[in-house]
């Protein structure tokens, strides 16, 4: 069955090399959210969850740069704390499924036989409920919050890796100088984990970049959907949604800031990843 | 960007001016798609919205909140355990069948079985019986003296339905499929799931003055408030009840209609749950209400629409009541302005500095923020810590419902409306281990003063032993009020007629409009 | 192998494949701790009458795949349970939404087919270029606004601030229907785009590299007709592939989308019946969307030989 | 009359890279024209840009004349038009060439109906009758089948016939027959001369094989780096080569000895009669022969021995493929012997069951007396079995880990198995890198940045950092070009003598066997069908395909007809497989 390893597997193709400001510029923005992320309790001028209702829906300010929202708080300190959810639930289903999927993928795609056909089958039902759905399924099962979606989308995930890892070891497997390992005596446990690995690492790494990218829009529209992170956490996701009322009153800001800030995260990710990608791309055909 | 808030200026609005000839059609927005049309299960405004106009009750709650013979011809009361019905001559359901007391013994007692598990039992949990005592005869017996039954009789508690619809449609009764077959002036025509449900006016209707003057009325669901905003300013429905807050001041601005404000009951309140912990002192309580800046909140909720109050309940529900009493109930009770250092000094004196509240809020509108928020805030400033916890829209209803659910938790927000026209219905919730006495306050003074008003059948002499018993519920602060709000009311250009009011739960306001 | 075995050896693994997906969806419920009763009741008030009435509806007292069977029973033959919020069949409930999401799905499908191939296209016959770029860099901007982010932002601007298209509902009569399903398929399209965009091009401007169009370009055939016949014709595989990924996937986000639209499909119901805690209605949405998945792909799937005669051999394709 | 006119073509990337640098060249009506040199130098992008196929921002410079077009300066429609009447082009890959999505006949006709505007049943037609030409043998089947269902060989007429539908008045061949085995090559030639012949078209022929260029061609242009180094009569110049580069390059090619109906000739006469035109290209063989005479040391046990080895794949829902067919050779110590035979005849397969694999279905395999015929699963077996026998793989560019440098690759061999210190293990891979004609800074490189030739000496020096008994060579010199081939070549043979190695050398290469092995085996369809010393073997073959095989090997006076004949008689008994 074709899966959507294969899409994103076309999607890595690669083309003629973006000019690195943009990968630059792409890190940099990136760097600057991770700070403001970690250290939003000394950066924010305010707490994330001040209330000043005199001071509702403002504009921006010297006070509040990025303007209130419905309820007076300070737009740039809850865009501050909301990077935290924002950044580390991604991470967390991006190291979980990488890790999980190139263990599965390594095991099928080197030992091959029944394994690979056992495993393939349950990627290919897994494959069958989209990342979100997933995601959504989990909620309903296990109530609001973050935690079951990300431990679904990392289920949800992990067969992505697995499935690309496996394509990529069993073409390694194949290759001549494998072949060269064992007739030089190498075992196979050596030549599959300390050889073969790194060399498919970076493409599975650019990869889990994307799939950061991916995750974090799709965990964003969960909470958007009043399903993710729940009131009054500070989340963009969430902070979209609370500030969707505002829209017909012409109060854009609060919405839109976070809204831009997802997009310009997930650009930035793609920016990096499809650059990785593009990068060794040449050297290991997938 | 829009300026600072003003303080917003806005007058109730009690009619609008009679149609000028009929309607072919008009459109209403509804916020949300009723779950089911079975007057059992009508508890919300969605669904009680669209059922006030096919389904009709045996009392009739008017837009000004006053009760009127409905399907029940008359009413009496010869002892104080019975309520007898007269069953109006001439009625015919949507499919012509006669209406008898039979169906109307059928409808009422669906309320009584457990299989059915109706909303509105509790109206109904005094009732020894429910039988035909007569052709058009409906006799009710009372395990005790009861003067509050029939006054929910105008409500969906009160709706009658065929009996016959009642067995064939079994448990398809209500949903998109089943449908419903009252009396009202519109009937039920189509359903079409997730989008609307039309109405057709019914020939066949029973009361000339309120025949309804549009042929048909679809009701389109809009769960988005940017949806249904933009949809009346641009004229795609015709109108529609409960505008958000936020975009009250563009409606006002808007020449596509009229945005009006009507009569409410509801009372927005902080509902103290539990009397065991820091909240248990008065004084405690009193600081809070004096913390929360309850003139902020009614600007950030409702943007301004709204007035605080110190007491539970409104002066539109004090119908039949002397004017003394309306004195004494509002005129003569503590005021709570808004002090901080008051405030933090009864803490102190309590000796309650330092102390911890639980807040539940659930994610069910923009408002819900502002109340905990403004809590939270309130309390810090007199040195108490509010922890806020949010659930979700069900957990946040189980609070209402089930005891364990609101174990820790010390308070949370509700919008407590009546829904008949005697502010008795409020405090006789507040009467020790009633079911909705949710802080299990007592104060013995209280339950006397109430099961003593609760037997007097005269609504004037009734109404001054109510205000006594506002009095007590305002220096004990069982609960802690916040505001009253108008009811909100777009109506497009095309269409008027309608009264602005809360009772568009149960009264068949879409009959009454027609062309502009 | 012939082709009649080849699409019998699909079906198998379709249906083992649905059968598992089946399985998932079924005793998910079971993952959850404590009494299955009250985990269907939840939020709810659990009268004794409830209890029973759930309890007899679902044959809870059952051994779980007992309680399996007749659930599979059941959806084989159209019936998903009732739902608890809606108080009806849920296989009604999803019916009547069924072609509003469809609708949108459809249109969102072909906007995303002509603005992806279109995209793809000129992008890799200018491979390298200003132009090439320009759509790359378009594409990965368009690629990065959710759904829910396109649909606010169309809203305010196209449904607020101009006023051009109807900003809820999906309307009555098939160009009024279209014309509300604009906005929504609009936000549904935005983030795929960049996929069929960007697979287009670059399964494009690998056979531009083939040898076998230089050969056509060699016999005199126009640009344009090697084009169409050789390259685009040869690109069709991977765009299909996607195709087949996509479909899922915009059934998914079009549950974001019918939210911020107020559309009543099966995306918007699937939120709802979270939210109120509709399982029955959540598991059959779930099984829905998973078997659409998988038949489109097993379409694709069997498909594949008319599009890459390699396949049928079983050689690699492409 | 001058069909082509190239006159000072030159080709420059927008980077200022240099890549055609004043090519001049002309073909006439009724001639072949040779086009050689080795890899890289051009010949491609000369051909094709006759027919205007250029890198799309190249600038160009100098003319190209097609009878009375400018090639240079025509519009689309002039190209076109040229394109379809005047040249075609056949390229080197058939399975590229052709569109595997559509069929064959689609292929055939697609020009004829869309650019002639014939009907299909006229187009038909005209496949039809070009498809016997080109002898194929079921041409109406054909017409429905895909590219994948045809062999290399039919592909290749497929393409011919594809190119003669516009009766071109030139024929561009971009080496036509190096993806095809040595038989079919010569069928393949046989085509093409027939057709050039019976149309009177002018041929343009590019190779890299100066056999082939001698064998068919009238004139022939010797390209590097973008220049024509010599031109002149196709015998005149390997006989006799003027240029630096094509002295090299003629010294660099080896061949069989082929002497029609002669008795075995002793290499030593060989490397004398440089003169001799049929000897030529064996000018630099002479190393081999003394090294056949150095080692042979019968009468002990042998070194490698394997009797009765069979190997059968399965594949599920396909026949099964009888890779290896009850095969046995004998090499002993310090012996060299080749094993040739065509694509798919199992020479890989049989390697990969020596060095463990592979498992053997039966059979049995001894080296230096030790049984070594299962797969080693141990530690201690994989490592004993190491020491016996290394091998160096056809891949120069996939053999070597992309991310270990050479240095590395070849210490961490060493380290597995022998105890060395960092030091002397830095030493020890020295040693072995200048011993293989590298140094200190290759031992740094990946690689990704060496040649093909560099590589081919790293995976060698690793294979000898073991100190294995038998060294297994497959196809190891056939993806490099011949002057980087002889060079591998002799190393190889250097180091045969100083470390008295056994090699089994496989190949598809008579003429590199030949000046490598002592003895040769031949095999087909898996099985052994003629084995005995290469000369005698080569000089009197005994099998019919033996035979066949050797006179499919291009030479200057080169009978196709024979081969044809020779190839049609083995048809019929062998047919079997
Ligand atoms: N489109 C192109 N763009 C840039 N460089 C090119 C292009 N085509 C060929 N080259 C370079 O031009 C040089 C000559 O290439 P060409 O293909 O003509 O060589 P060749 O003699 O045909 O070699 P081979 O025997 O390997 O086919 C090479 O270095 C190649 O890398
Ligand atoms: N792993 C395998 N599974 C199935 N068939 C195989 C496998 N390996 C080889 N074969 C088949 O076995 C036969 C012999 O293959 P082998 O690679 O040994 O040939 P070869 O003589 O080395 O050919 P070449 O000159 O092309 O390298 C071929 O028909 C091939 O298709
Ligand atoms: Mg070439
Ligand atoms: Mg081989």
């Not at chain 4, 994948?148 to 008045?169: D, N």
């Not at chain 4, 380290?415 to 140094?439: F, K, N, P, W």
């Not at chain 4, 290759?442 to 690689?447: E, G, K, S, V």
């Amino acid at each position: 069955m074709t899966t959507p390893t294969m899409a994103m597997k076309v999607l890595r193709s690669p083309r003629a090399r973006r000019s690195s400001t943009t990968f630059l510029i792409s890190a940099v923005f990136l760097g600057a959210v991770t700070i403001a992320a970690i250290f939003a309790s000394f950066l924010a001028p305010y707490p994330p969850n001040q209330v000043d209702l005199l001071n509702i829906q403002a504009g921006p300010s010297p006070a509040h740069w990025l303007g209130t929202d419905a309820l007076g708080r300070d737009t740039l300190s809850r865009m501050m704390y909301g990077a935290r959810t924002a950044l580390l639930a991604p991470l967390l289903v991006v190291v979980f499924s990488t890790i999980v999927g190139i263990l599965l993928g390594l095991l099928a795609g080197w030992r091959g036989g029944w394994i690979d056909s056992v495993l393939g089958r349950i990627f290919d039902v897994i494959f069958a409920f989209p990342a979100l759905l997933l995601a959504i399924m989990a909620v309903a099962l296990f109530g609001k919050g973050l935690v079951a979606p990300v431990v679904a989308m990392s289920i949800a995930y992990a067969p992505f890796v697995a499935r690309l890892t496996r394509s990529l070891i069993a073409s390694e497997r194949s290759r001549p100088y494998v072949a060269a390992y064992r007739v030089q005596g190498f075992g196979g446990g050596f030549i599959a984990l300390r050889r073969v690995l790194p060399n498919v690492m970076p493409i599975v790494g650019a990869q889990s970049t994307l799939n950061f990218g991916y995750v974090l829009a799709e965990l964003a529209a969960l909470s958007f959907l009043g399903l993710g992170v729940q009131a009054p956490t500070a989340d963009w996701g969430a902070m979209v949604n609370e500030a969707q009322s505002g829209l017909i009153g012409g109060y854009f800001l609060p919405a839109l800031v976070p809204a831009v800030a997802i997009v310009l995260v997930v650009v930035a990710v793609n920016v990096i990843g499809e650059e990785l990608s593009d990068r060794i791309g040449g050297e290991i055909p997938a | 960007e829009p300026e600072k808030a003003q303080p917003a200026e806005w007058e109730l609005t009690s009619t609008t001016d009679a149609p000028s000839g009929d309607l072919e059609s008009f459109t209403w927005a509804n916020y949300a798609e009723p779950y089911s049309l079975d007057y059992a299960y009508a508890f919300d405004y969605a669904d009680n919205m669209v059922l006030a106009n096919v389904c009709e009750s045996l009392m009739r709650l008017n837009p000004d909140w006053t009760l009127s013979p409905g399907l029940a011809e008359s009413v009496a009361h010869p002892t104080p355990e019975t309520w007898v019905y007269e069953i109006r001559d001439g009625v015919t359901f949507h499919d012509g069948t006669p209406l008898t007391a039979a169906d109307a013994v059928a409808s009422m007692n669906r309320h009584l079985d457990p299989a059915v598990g109706s909303s509105w039992y509790s109206t109904y949990q005094n009732v020894a019986s429910i039988e035909q005592t007569g052709d058009m005869q409906v006799t009710v017996t009372m395990t005790g003296p009861d003067s509050q039954f029939n006054l929910g009789m105008g409500g969906s508690a009160g709706v009658i339905e065929s009996a016959a619809t009642l067995a064939d449609k079994g448990a398809d009764y209500g949903n998109s499929t089943g449908g419903v077959n009252c009396t009202g002036p519109f009937s039920f025509g189509e359903w079409q799931s997730g989008e609307s449900i039309t109405l057709e006016r019914y020939d066949g209707y029973w009361d000339p003055e309120l025949t309804a003057r549009s042929a048909e009325v679809k009701f389109i669901f809009m769960n988005d408030a940017n949806a249904r905003t933009n949809a009346l300013k641009s004229g795609e429905v015709d109108g529609g009840w409960m505008i958000p807050a936020d975009a009250v001041p563009q409606l006002l601005d808007s020449d596509q209609g009229d945005m009006l404000f009507g009569l409410n009951t509801a009372v927005n309140n902080l509902i103290i749950s539990d009397l065991d912990g820091p909240l248990g002192d008065v004084r405690v309580r009193q600081a809070l209400l004096m913390a929360l800046d309850r003139q902020g909140i009614v600007d950030a909720a409702v943007k301004g629409y709204g007035t605080t109050t110190d007491v539970l309940t409104t002066e539109s529900v004090w119908d039949g009541a002397s004017d003394a009493a309306i004195a004494t109930a509002f005129g003569d009770v503590e005021e709570y302005p808004y002090d901080v250092e008051a405030a933090k000094k009864l803490v102190e004196e309590a000796g309650a500095t330092g102390a911890e509240l639980t807040y539940v809020t659930a994610p069910i509108s923009s408002d819900f923020n502002v109340y905990a928020q403004a809590t939270a805030a309130a309390a810090e400033s007199i040195g108490l810590t509010v922890n806020i916890e949010t659930v979700t829209p069900n957990a946040y209803t189980a609070l209402f419902s089930d005891p364990t659910a609101r174990e820790g938790v010390d308070l949370f927000y509700t919008s407590w409306y009546l829904s008949s026209p005697d502010p008795l219905e409020m405090y006789s919730v507040l009467r020790t281990d009633e079911f909705s006495n949710y802080g299990g306050w007592s104060n013995p003074e209280f339950d006397a003063v109430v099961n003593e008003a609760l037997a007097i059948q005269d609504p004037a002499e009734r109404s001054e032993k109510t205000a006594e018993a506002q009095q007590i519920a305002n220096e004990e602060l069982p609960w802690l009020p916040m505001f009253e709000a108008p009811v909100t009311l777009f109506m497009g250009e095309r269409i008027t007629g309608v009264s602005p009011s809360i009772a568009f739960m149960y009264y068949p306001w879409a009959a009454t409009i027609g062309a502009r | 192998m012939t082709t009649l075995r080849r699409v019998a050896g699909k079906l198998g693994a379709l249906l083992l494949t649905l059968f598992l997906a089946s399985l998932l969806v079924f005793f998910s419920r079971f993952l959850v701790p404590g009494d299955p009763v009250s985990f269907l009741l939840r939020g709810r008030k659990p009268s004794p009458e409830a209890v029973a009435q759930v309890t007899a509806q679902y044959g809870l007292d059952l051994p779980p795949w007992q309680q399996y069977l007749n659930w599979l029973t059941g959806v084989l033959q159209g019936d998903f349970g009732r739902s608890l919020q809606y108080r009806q069949d849920v296989s009604q409930v999803i019916g009547d939404r069924l072609p509003v999401t469809l609708g949108l799905v459809v249109m969102a499908g072909t906007m995303i087919a002509i603005v992806g191939l279109t995209a793809g296209i000129v992008a890799s016959l200018n491979r390298g270029k200003v132009l090439d770029r320009a759509v790359l860099i378009g594409l990965t901007v368009l690629g990065a606004i959710p759904s829910f982010v396109g649909s606010i932002v169309l809203i305010a601007i196209f449904a607020v601030q101009l006023g051009w298209f109807p900003s809820f509902g999906s309307g009555e009569g098939f160009w009024d229907t279209i014309y509300h399903l604009v906005l929504p398929s609009i936000a549904l399209a935005i983030v795929f785009v960049v996929l069929v965009g960007k697979v287009t091009r670059s399964s494009m401007v690998e056979q531009l590299g083939r040898e076998h169009v230089e050969v056509a370009t060699s016999r005199g055939l126009k640009r344009g007709t090697v084009i169409r016949r050789h390259v685009f014709r040869n690109s069709i595989g991977p765009i299909l592939t996607v195709s087949g990924v996509l479909v899922a996937g915009l059934l998914v986000a079009s549950s974001i989308v019918e939210a911020a639209f107020g559309l009543a499909g099966i995306g918007s119901l699937l939120v709802a019946s979270v939210d109120r805690l509709d399982f029955p209605v959540v598991q059959a949405i779930v099984l829905l969307i998973v078997t659409a998945f998988v038949v489109v792909n097993a379409i694709i799937d069997v498909l594949e030989p008319w599009i890459d005669p390699r396949a049928a051999a079983g050689a690699g394709a492409r | 009359m001058t069909l082509l006119d190239i006159s000072e073509l030159t080709l420059d990337l927008p980077n200022g890279k240099r890549l055609l640098d004043g090519i001049s060249l002309t073909v006439a009506e009724g001639e072949t024209v040779g086009l050689v040199g080795e890899s890289g130098s051009g010949k491609s992008l000369t051909a094709r840009s006759v027919l205007g196929l250029l890198p799309s921002r190249a600038t160009m410079g100098g003319s190209v004349q097609l009878l009375d077009q400018s090639v240079l300066d025509a519009s689309r429609r002039q190209l076109l038009e040229l394109r379809r009447t005047r040249a075609s082009m056949i390229f080197q890959d058939p399975r590229a060439g052709i569109n595997p999505m559509r069929t064959v006949g689609d292929h055939l006709t697609e020009t004829m109906r869309l650019c002639e505007g014939r009907s299909a049943a006229d187009a038909r037609a005209v496949a039809i009758s070009l498809m016997e030409a080109v002898r194929l043998p079921r041409p109406e089947e054909h017409l429905h089948q895909y590219p994948h269902e045809l062999s290399g060989g039919m592909l290749q007429r497929v393409m011919i016939a594809g190119a003669l539908t516009s009766s071109p008045r030139l024929l561009i061949c971009d080496e036509p027959t190096t993806a095809l085995d040595v038989t079919t090559q010569a069928e393949i030639i046989g085509v093409l001369a027939e057709q050039r012949a019976s149309r009177g078209m002018g041929m343009l022929f590019i190779t890299h094989d100066l056999n082939l260029a001698a064998a068919i061609c009238d004139r022939v242009y010797v390209m590097s780096a973008g220049r024509v180094e010599e031109q002149g009569d196709a015998r005149q110049v390997f006989r006799n080569p003027q240029a630096a580069y094509t002295k090299r390059l003629v010294a660099a090619t080896p061949t069989i000895v082929v002497r029609d109906s002669s008795t075995p000739t002793d290499a030593g006469t060989d490397a004398a009669a440089s003169t001799n035109p049929d000897a030529a290209v064996g000018a630099s063989t002479g190393g081999a022969a003394s090294a056949s005479s150095t080692v042979a040391v019968p009468a002990t046990e042998p070194m490698l021995s394997a009797t009765g080895i069979s190997k059968t794949y399965t594949r599920r829902g396909k026949e099964p493929v009888h890779a290896v067919i009850d095969a046995s050779i004998e090499i002993p110590r310090g012996g060299a012997l080749g094993v040739v035979g065509e694509s798919g005849s199992g020479k890989s397969t049989f390697a990969r069951m020596i060095v463990g694999l592979e498992q053997a279905d039966a059979g049995d395999i001894r080296i230096a007396g030790r049984e070594r015929t299962s797969v080693p699963s141990s530690r201690v077996e994989r490592l004993e079995h190491a020491r016996s026998v290394q091998m160096v793989f056809q891949d120069p560019y996939l053999s070597l880990d992309p991310r270990i440098t050479a240095g590395k690759a070849i210490e961490d061999a060493m380290r597995l198995h022998r105890r060395l210190s960092t030091t002397d293990a830095r030493e020890r891979v020295l040693e072995l890198l200048e011993q293989v004609g590298l140094g200190d800074v290759h031992a740094q490189a990946r690689p990704r940045t060496l040649s093909g030739g560099q590589r081919q000496r790293v995976a060698l020096a690793r294979a000898l950092a073991i100190e294995p008994d038998v060294l297994v060579m497959d196809e190891a010199t056939s993806a490099l070009d011949v002057s980087v081939q002889a060079q591998v070549l002799s190393l190889v043979e250097e180091i045969r003598r100083e470390r008295g190695l056994t090699v089994l050398f496989i190949s598809h290469d008579l003429a590199v066997v030949r000046r490598l092995c002592d003895e040769t085996v031949v095999m087909k369809t898996g099985a052994i069908v003629e084995r005995g010393r290469t000369i005698e073997l080569l000089g009197n073959p005994q099998h019919p395909y033996t035979r066949l095989l050797i006179d499919s090997v291009p030479r200057p006076e080169w009978n196709l007809d024979a081969v044809a004949a020779e190839a049609s008689e083995l048809e019929d008994p062998v047919a079997q497989n």
